[in-house]
């Protein structure tokens, strides 16, 4: 066989395994029957390693000069099996996993997958190829592999892991957004002495002297006395959110701590699963009342933030009622935002009849 018709076998060969691999990852579009045994995912690890031995192999047979076509082409099948058996493992880990978790754990799969078949198109590719850094590039793209392969190890294995981290993910977005105004508040306020809200913004989030680069102009300086005094509302607002997310992500650390039997109940991770999607809605409206503190401030589209905000802490409430644990410091957390979502309504309030009757002069 040509050097240019041994390159077409091993594509077509190439083609068939990556159409059945391809197939064989859909049944990680959902969770597995809850019927099955669990794959613990320690297992998921060991065979990653595996993942890792064979990209190791591929770097070496591949990126060798003029390698036999019958080896490289049972190293192709060698290594989709172990592919295939890693998929099927991933996959029966999902036993009982809420969509967090689900999610979780295919994109860790897909990372293999995706570097693994990244590897082999480029080896099949660079074969024969007279391209010295073409086939440079096969030990760069095995090293790809193992990094997702020992990236596996730090994949969420429970529901309750799955769920902190995606709402560490929405205290950052929030304390983004308390940053930025704390940084408004001090631009405006340089050099007077207000230390009560403004300080709520300081001590939850730092500025960096990249930060400090930025304009007084680029932070919209011109807020009236009016405008800035519901800056400070919200910057109140913004940091009372910003604790409940963080007590909320204690609380559920707490009960991963309990081992108690609750925690893998389907009622329980519904539980998880909704707070999660109640904090990200919060994120997505303390986005939208950091947007609005800009001038001109939206007054009535404040209103329905804070209004949607009153809603989601009660919604909140309901479902830390209904685990397991101790939420009286989420409680107590909950408290403190309605006060602030209240202080910021009656502020709103005051502020909307002043509009009101500028528009009648």
């Known amino acids: 066989m040509s050097r240019k018709g041994s390159r077409a076998h091993l594509s077509r060969v190439l083609d068939g395994h990556v159409r059945s691999i391809q197939e064989s990852f859909q049944m990680l579009e ?46 192709l099948g060698a290594y989709f099996n172990i592919l295939h058996g890693f998929v099927l493992l991933c996959h029966g880990s999902t036993v009982g996993a809420g969509p967090t978790l689900q999610a979780n754990i295919k994109t860790s799969a897909k990372l293999v997958v995706d570097c693994s078949l990244a590897l082999l198109r480029e080896a099949v590719s660079s074969y024969e190829s007279r391209n010295h850094e073409k086939r440079l590039s096969i030990p760069q793209l095995s090293g790809t592999v193992w990094e997702a392969c020992a990236a596996l190890k730090k994949t969420p294995t429970t529901n309750c892991t799955a769920v902190g981290r995606a709402m560490t993910q929405v205290a950052v977005s929030v304390k983004d957004v308390l940053r930025e105004m704390g940084e408004l508040k001090e631009l405006k306020c340089a050099g007077s002495d207000d230390s009560g809200v403004s300080g709520k913004a300081s001590e939850s989030t730092s500025l960096s002297d990249e930060d400090s680069d930025l304009t007084e102009a680029d932070f919209g300086s011109d807020l009236s006395s009016e405008e ?44 998880l699963e909704k707070l999660l999607n109640y904090c990200q809605e919060m994120s997505f409206e303390v986005n939208e009342l950091g ?34 644990g101790s939420p009286d410091g989420v409680f107590a957390t909950f408290k403190q935002l309605e006060s602030a979502l209240g202080n910021l309504q009656h502020g709103l309030g005051d502020n909307l009849e002043n509009e009101m009757e500028k528009l009648k002069m």
Request: charge should be negative; glycine fraction near 4%.
């Open 291 to 324: 947007a609005c503190v800009y001038p001109p401030q939206e007054v009535c589209q404040m209103k329905l933030n804070a209004d949607k905000m009153y809603s989601l802490v009660d919604k909140m409430h309901i479902e830390v009622n209904s685990l397991e």
């Open 30 to 75: 959902s969770p597995a029957d809850t019927c099955l045994d669990k794959v613990d995912w320690s297992e998921v690890t060991k065979l990653g390693d595996e993942v890792s031995k064979q990209a190791t192999i591929a770097g070496m047979l591949w990126g060798g000069e003029a390698p036999d076509v019958k080896a490289l082409e049972e190293n």
């Open 228 to 271: 800035m005094a519901i800056a400070q509302l919200i910057i109140s607002v913004v940091s009372d959110t910003l604790t409940v997310i963080k007590e909320l992500i204690r609380f559920i650390s707490g009960l991963l701590k309990s081992f108690s039997l609750k925690i893998n109940t389907k009622e329980f991770t519904d539980s």
